[in-house]
């Protein structure tokens, strides 16, 4: 055998054992995954895999949106697969060339809206270190920096709608805060001050019972005081705003049914971090429900379309994966 073979197969052995460690990381980054999960979350990949166009985007209603194609990316990662060398790369690569693709060079903004660009900031944090690919870093920084310089030009320290839009509301700050906080994970600079900004939104949001409003402390419901658990939790603010928040949580009914897979996306992480004993009662009963309503080809259908509905599905399994820097506790 010649040195070229040898060298060739020391490359693939090297390639495979990647693999295999990769996997059994991910095995053993909690507790152990059940094969009901393993094969909820396998099925719901297979669905967007047979499901993604071939500019990235996916089929189906918001499905060539930069946000839902990110949360898709950010699904897939999730699952812990090597994103190099795994069996989902080429879908990640084309979800990653999409959202690059179409982001403005000046302005660093994603598009569609600030849930879309959030959402899409989010999943280049997540991919970020973890893909061999020299874009990413520079156009999650250009994202960052549209983020911040929108804040900065919002007199409630939030987001909205448009970069532009001097209102704010929990919910799409929501989108836009954890990618921050993703992005300072990753190692891209985020001031203190600009999360501490945000942080102060939110506070200035909750009622007296403890729950998140919209757009001030007024009319608070599970999903918002969901995300402003989230959020304060991911910052490592700990006090009276997350612990009043999380009672009121707790109290709620366990669903949304108007957005149960937005809600069910947010309700996860936010008892994952502040009651893991909680999370896990109520993970129990998630998997079941989901498995119910999991459709035979894999997907999950919703309101805002089975690609958004498919991935935050996926996504609020993922905490029993804890493979994302996002999902480690």
Not at 257 to 285: G, V
Request: charged letters at 20%; one cysteine or more; glycine letters at 10%.
């Amino acid at each position: 055998m010649n040195i070229l073979k040898i060298l060739i197969l020391f490359i693939v052995l090297v390639f495979s054992l990647n693999h295999e460690l990769v996997s059994d990381f991910r095995l053993n980054t909690g507790d152990k995954v059940s094969s009901e999960v393993e094969l909820m979350y396998v099925k719901g990949i297979k669905y967007l895999m047979d499901n993604q166009n071939a500019n990235g985007t996916f089929k189906g209603s918001n499905g060539s949106g930069p946000g839902v194609v990110g949360l898709c990316i950010t699904a897939i990662l999730a699952h812990g697969d090597d994103p190099n060398y795994g069996p989902y790369r080429n879908q990640i690569k084309n979800g990653i060339d999409f959202i690059i693709k179409n982001q403005d060079k000046k302005t660093g903004y994603y598009g569609g809206s600030m849930y879309h660009h959030g959402f899409a900031t989010l999943a280049m944090a997540e991919a970020y270190g973890a893909l061999n690919d020299k874009r990413i870093g520079k156009s999650l920084k250009l994202a960052v920096d549209l983020l911040l310089t929108s804040q900065s030009k919002n007199s409630l320290g939030g987001w909205r709608y448009t970069p532009e839009t001097n209102s704010a509301d929990t919910t799409i700050s929501g989108a836009c805060l954890v990618a921050l906080l993703a992005a300072r994970n990753s190692g891209i600079g985020v001031p203190q001050k600009n999360l501490d900004k945000a942080l102060t939104f939110y506070k200035k949001s909750q009622t007296n019972d403890g729950g998140i409003g919209y757009t001030n402390a007024y009319g608070p419901n599970n999903i918002r005081t969901a995300i402003g658990i989230l959020v304060y939790a991911l910052a490592k603010k700990k006090g009276d705003v997350l612990k009043n928040a999380t009672k009121y949580l707790k109290n709620q009914p366990g669903k949304s049914e108007s957005h149960f897979y937005y809600f069910s996306y947010y309700n996860s992480q936010a008892l994952f971090r502040t009651d893991p004993k909680y999370w896990a009662k109520w993970n129990e009963i998630q998997i079941n429900i989901l498995k119910q309503r999991q459709l035979e080809n894999g997907s999950w259908s919703g309101q805002n379309g089975t690609p958004f509905s498919t991935a935050t599905a996926l996504l609020s399994l993922a905490l029993n994966y804890r493979y994302l820097p996002i999902y480690e506790r």
